[in-house]
């Protein structure tokens, strides 16, 4: 009833009152529950930052090694998730398997249809945070033709992962302490990001009382789209295709500017909401070289990337519309350098988002929040009678 404004991409529409992250995009701040991002992404573990997430407070001692404990006793995915798994193509993209194997925990998990209440909700929660990374790793060992590995639950979070991606069976894998912090890092910087095009869309599906799976799936897809977490792939081959043609930045800047007739953008570049900076891209970009120097690798995409980035930030197109690099910038390049293959960049992001999406998931449900159900401006045909096929 009444009239209907639309706001299209919702620039400008709250969807809900939210406790979970405070962010300011003209002063560049993100803040987790009241901590902000630098802090987090300096002193805290992945896992505390879930837990901050998902239960409001950092965890003391004892709830943390309950927490962590948890999930390490839900590592192991059923057999039969294998199998299905075993199904898809070798050159399947991970983020398409992914969404699909945590779309599949609804079927086997079938009390996850009805609500039960918290308790139940709890130990959904610990399955996702448990099995997300092992079904991830699954896509790597598939692509090089290598067995999987079974968790290695006396691991802290990121090493377990790590090893899963890494080991072999025919030698030592140590998990270097150098490659799980910055793993960890760039976790805790994606953790939670409001409310998203995947957030929202994990609140959207969640409001019609779907389960928690079939929510997270949702979002994984969502997410997948180059314009949101499948943008941290994009900057990689960008910055690749920048280079094998000779590395001249001004000339892919040069094509940004007709974004509209080109049709390409400058991936990495941009932001919905922040107009001064991203703060995580400004952390990412230290680690970046941090890292790249800890473990001895030269990227000579770096290079490129700073190019790119010193040429865009002084040109007049960029400054009018203030774009600068977001959190996909460089985050692709440390993946790389702890040997993440290209193609599971976004299945990264998702590990990282994970977190938040269930937090966004349970206060939606917990603020009991009405089914979402935008309107329209309907601009269709008027009544028109039916003709039968021969005659039209
Ligand atoms: N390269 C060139 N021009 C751009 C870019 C870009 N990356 N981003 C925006 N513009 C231009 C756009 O053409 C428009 O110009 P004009 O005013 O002349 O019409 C203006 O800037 C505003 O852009 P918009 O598309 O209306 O802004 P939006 O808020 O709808 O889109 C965005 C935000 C992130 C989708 C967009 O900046 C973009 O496509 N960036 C590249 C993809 C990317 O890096 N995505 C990751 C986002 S951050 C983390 C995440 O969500 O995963």
Sequence with gaps: SGYITIDSGYKNTGATKSAITFLDGEKGILHYRGYSIEDLAEKATFLEVAYLLIYGDLPTAEQYSKFENAIRRHTIVNEDMRKIFEGFPVNAHPMGTLSSLISAMSAFYPESYDDKGPDQTDLHIIRLLAKLPTIATWSYKKSQGHPVNYPQNQLDYCSNFLHMMFALPVEKYEVDPVVSSALNKLLI??????????????????????????????????????????????????????????????KYVEMAKNAKTTGFRLFGFGHRVYKNFDPRAKIIKKAAYDVLEKLGVNDPVLEIAKGLEEAALNDEYFIARKLYPNVDFY???????????????????????????????????????????????????????FVPIEQR
């Design 331 to 385: 985050s692709g390049i440390i993946y790389r350098a702890l040997g993440i293959p290209t193609n599971m960049f976004t299945v990264m992001f998702a590990m990282g988002r994970l977190p938040g999406w269930i937090a966004q998931w349970k206060e939606m449900r917990t603020q009991k929040e009405p089914i979402g159900r935008p309107r329209q401006i309907y601009t269709g045909s008027t009544l028109r009678p």
């Design 189 to 250: 910087l994606h953790a939670d990001h409001e409310q998203n095009c995947s957030t929202s869309t994990v609140r959207l599906v969640g409001s019609s009382h779907a389960n928690l799976f079939s929510s997270i799936s949702a979002g994984i897809g969502a997410l997948w789209g180059p314009l949101h977490g499948g943008a941290n792939q994009e900057v990689i081959e960008m910055l690749e295709a920048i280079k094998a043609d000779g590395g001249d930045v001004g």
